[in-house]
């Protein structure tokens, strides 16, 4: 039930700042604060971030841009940062963190979402997540700025390492910048590369802009740059300043080859699931211990091996009490062998078995 539009819940939040202050002192309840707010406007609370989805729109083959107005509690949020999205699945907290590809005005914010192989969080919200749906978000992170002064930017991206370059370059060019722009990107297949059409109405519009992609599963023989990303790459661009996006090796060779001002960010990407019975690392963020596991047995097993002492009732996963969260690296379900791989996803622990090194909440 939506009782007043989001825009009003907009213009009447700074109106609540005296029930702020009282819940930052305990006066009152924010979680009883919240609950009215969302039964007058589902996306509208205290101080925590809610957005509504307003458009969704496939980019690529396996990556879709959702379209979100959020509440006036997202402030100060720029392109290129990244946020936490928040969704419960089956009774479970599920979170995972997207970058901002467009900022907006009035809480307009678009974040490019791609498929994950096991990915619970992200299939839901590519099959699923329709228009009007609500969503909790965390604030904006990250570091990651245009070189307003540079005579010349380079942006290179692997993967989905795109989205948080696209939302810097869209808005730099938005305010005029003139100066060289070359943006790489590095994808497995042709289908993979999102925003296409945008990025060449972008060259026509702005000449000062080149783009070229290299397919690094089967390139064509065409294609001017092939397999991944090395020095030679960089030839010919003559950048000033780089942006590298990816996953951490990617973004690793591109400092080893590149010696000028250079920004990176780097994001894990899923481990190749190794054979059950092979060796692993298990780490046990939370008592900051790392042991030699494998990958057949489960991790609640394996972390009673290790002296820990993680809750737990049925061992068949059918209770929930040993649902932990995945940090880092991927699992694989002993039931039926599915394999999970998001971080800040929950696993149980009595059916889950490492499927590389993993990092976990434990
Ligand atoms: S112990 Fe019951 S689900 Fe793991």
Known sequence: ????????????????????????????????????????????????????????????????????????????WRAGQHVQLYLALDGLRHSRSYSLTRVGAAGGIELAIRRQPGGRLSNRLLDHLAVGGVLELGQAQGELHWPQDSAGVALLAAGSGITPLLGLLREALAKGFAAPVSLLHYVREQGQRPFVEELQQLMTRHPNLSVRWALTGQPAADEPLRGRFTGEHLQGLAPHHVLACGPAGFVA??????????????????????????????????????????????????????????????????????TCTLLGGAVRDLRNGALFAEPGQPIRLCISAPAGDVDIDL
């Open 1 to 76: 039930m939506t009782l007043i539009p989001l825009s009003w819940s907009r213009v009447l939040s700074p109106l609540l700042q005296p029930l702020r202050w009282l819940a930052a002192r305990r006066w009152l309840r924010e979680s009883e604060v919240d609950a009215v707010l969302a039964w007058l406007q589902p996306a509208w609370r205290l101080n925590r971030v809610f957005a509504r989805v307003e458009g969704r729109e496939w980019v690529a083959e396996d990556m879709l841009a959702l379209r979100l107005r959020c509440n006036a509690n997202a402030r100060g």
């Open 253 to 322: 060779t591109v400092a080893e080859h590149w010696h000028g001002p250079l920004q990176v960010e780097a994001f894990t990407a899923p481990e190749r699931p190794v054979e059950p019975g092979a060796t692993v690392r298990l780490g046990f963020v939370r008592t900051r211990r790392q042991v030699t596991g494998d990958s057949a047995r489960s991790l609640l097993e394996q972390a009673e091996a290790a002296g820990l002492r993680p809750a737990h009732g049925c061992r068949q996963g059918i209770c929930a009490s040993c």
